[in-house]
């Protein structure tokens, strides 16, 4: 059985930092790619950035490409989203999902398995 859990939310003021980990199990990453993803109060779920293990490869959304770094977490079977220069808009709850493969998608629609979110709230 396939599970996700996402740790390391927590609030942070504007301009500060905050690291989230997605640990997997029952799963082999190496044939994966693990995407994150974000919902604020009454928005559709967006597309943070995804960890393909084929290759060590990286994807990010625009809104965050220049403030987040995903990166594989060699100590526990996951990754974590390392996030830099928070703003307000980056409030919500963050998930880590896994599709089968070596395509990165976007869309949440594409990935089979999600944790459970983790709140991260940034005070202004």
């Known amino acids: 059985q396939v599970q996700l859990v996402e740790s390391g939310g927590g609030t942070m003021q504007a301009g500060g930092s905050l690291s989230l980990s997605c640990t997997a199990s029952?799963?082999?990453?190496?044939?994966?790619?693990m995407g994150w993803f974000r919902e604020a109060p009454g928005k559709e779920r967006e597309f943070v950035g995804a960890?393909?293990?084929?290759?060590?490869?990286?994807w990010y959304g625009d809104s965050v490409k220049a403030r987040m770094t995903i990166f594989r977490d060699t100590a526990t079977n996951g990754v974590v989203l390392q996030m830099n220069n928070l703003e307000a808009e980056d409030t919500a709850v963050y998930y880590c999902a896994l599709v089968a493969g070596t395509t990165i998608y976007t869309l949440p629609r594409a990935y089979d398995y999600w944790g459970q979110g983790t709140q991260v709230t940034v005070s202004s």
């Open positions: 029952g799963v082999t990453l190496r044939s994966y790619v």
């Open positions: 960890f393909r293990w084929s290759g060590n490869t990286t």
